[in-house]
Each structure stands twice: as C-alpha cells, then as structure tokens.
C-alpha cells in the first residue's frame, strides 16, 4: 500500500505564509493524483487544491485561490502546498490524499489519505 505523510504545519500570524509537503510512499506501481484537504473541529472536510499524474491540471477551491499553489516535487513522489496571506478561516488540519488514477479530483474520492498536519492562523 501507499503511505502518505503531511509535514510543514504550525502556528502563523495572519498575512504569513506557510509551505506544506506531503510525501507518498510505499509499491506505487501505478500513475496517481494527489490532493490537498482541511477540516476544522465540527466542520465537514472541504476541498483545497489537487493536481494532476501530469502537474498539468490544478483546481483551487474558491476560498484560496490566489494565494495557495499545489506544485508537484520532479520525481512526482512529493506535493506541495504553498500558502500565503493567511487568514485565521484558514485554520484546520490538513489532509493530503493520494489515488491511483492521473486525473485531479476535487471530490474525497481518494484511496489513501495522511494523519493531517496542523495550521493555526492568529489573528
């Protein structure tokens, strides 16, 4: 199976930046997407941005865009995600999840998912 793990979360004033990474590891024999999510205490888990097998396709949740950007490291094991100009309704814990097909999805259908890592964005 594939192991997924977010690093790079921790606490910022708001207009800081913080950059996340999320390692995929494991038999991954086949071509995959990745995705970034968050959910804060008694709120549903929502989409932030995912990328593509390819790098070529890249959706954005409405809420960041413009200030978040998914990047994919060069051997595609790793994704970035770059977050400026915080916002304390930024604050949740942040999921990257991984799933074996080269499509980007803004849906939770994804097949192996990372323990979260915290942002917390004071005000």
């Known amino acids: 199976q594939v192991q997924v793990v977010e690093s790079g979360g921790g606490l910022v004033q708001a207009g800081g930046s913080l950059r996340l990474s999320c390692a995929a590891s494991?038999?991954?024999?086949?071509?995959?997407?990745m995705g970034w999510f968050r959910q804060a205490p008694g709120k549903e888990r929502e989409f932030v941005a995912a990328?593509?097998?390819?790098?070529?396709?890249?959706p954005i949740a409405d809420s960041v865009k413009g200030r978040f950007t998914i990047s994919r490291a060069h051997g595609k094991n790793t994704v970035y995600l770059q977050m400026n100009s915080l916002k304390p309704e930024d604050t949740a814990v942040y999921y990257c999840?991984?799933?074996?097909?080269?499509?980007?999805?803004?849906?939770?259908?994804?097949?192996?998912w990372g323990q979260g890592t915290q942002v917390t964005v004071s005000s």
């Open positions: 990328i593509s097998w390819s790098g070529g396709s890249t």
């Open positions: 999840a991984a799933r074996q097909s080269t499509v980007a999805t803004t849906t939770t259908r994804y097949d192996y």
């Open positions: 494991g038999r991954t024999s086949s071509s995959y997407a």
